[in-house]
């Protein structure tokens, strides 16, 4: 744990600072927030908490839009329908799904030109199509599992309600833990 605490002990420096700097705002993320230094969460630190629950459907639907952007999809995806099927995923679990779509439509490519004897490369790029997603969607699975997922959120609770009972918080900001998806 020396390093750990060598780190820790730094981080609560700079945070309790003699210099009293205004307009500094630090943020600070992690997904082991059962791992945290209780003298980190102290009132004056980092004494705000942000939950960044896992995508609803609107969220994984503007994920998927978001990390399709550049690819070229066939009119018979239906990006909406990709999401309601992957409810539990984070926006990491659909980055790497459009990934392994991509690359199935990369080998199917490749090979179809290995088949006809294609002896110029030409510059294609792979359209994904439908069926694409739903090889890959079979095959994919969250990679945080319900009984995890359930682990985490009784974490936050308890987070948020020693929070909520303690000193440091104002009437605006008790018990108000706002929420939005992440790529995480």
Do not use: W
């Not at 600070?28 to 791992?35: K, N």
């Not at 939950?51 to 018979?76: I, Q």
């Not at 006809?116 to 439908?130: R, S």
């Not at 682990?151 to 987070?159: D, G």
């Amino acid at each position: 744990r020396g390093v750990t605490d060598r780190v820790v002990n730094q981080l609560l420096t700079e945070l309790d600072g003699v210099e009293g700097l205004k307009g500094v705002c630090v943020l600070a993320a992690t997904s082991r927030p059962d791992l945290l230094d209780a003298a980190l969460l102290r009132p004056g630190r980092l004494d705000r908490l942000i939950y960044c629950d896992f995508p609803g459907l609107d969220d994984r639907l503007e994920v998927l839009t978001a990390l399709s952007r550049r690819s070229k999809l066939d009119d018979d995806v239906d990006l909406r329908g990709v999401a309601e099927a992957t409810q539990g995923f984070t926006g990491a679990d659909l980055s790497a799904l459009l990934s392994e779509a991509q690359l199935l439509a990369v080998r199917e490519m490749l090979d179809a030109a290995a088949a006809e004897g294609a002896k110029e490369e030409e510059e294609k790029a792979p359209v994904l199509q439908a069926r694409h997603f739903e090889v890959i969607m079979h095959m994919a699975r969250p990679s945080v599992t319900q009984t995890e997922r359930k682990r985490l959120e009784a974490i936050y609770s308890k987070f948020k309600d020693s929070r909520d009972s303690g000193i440091g918080n104002t009437s605006k900001t008790r018990g108000k833990g706002k929420q939005r998806a992440t790529l995480a």
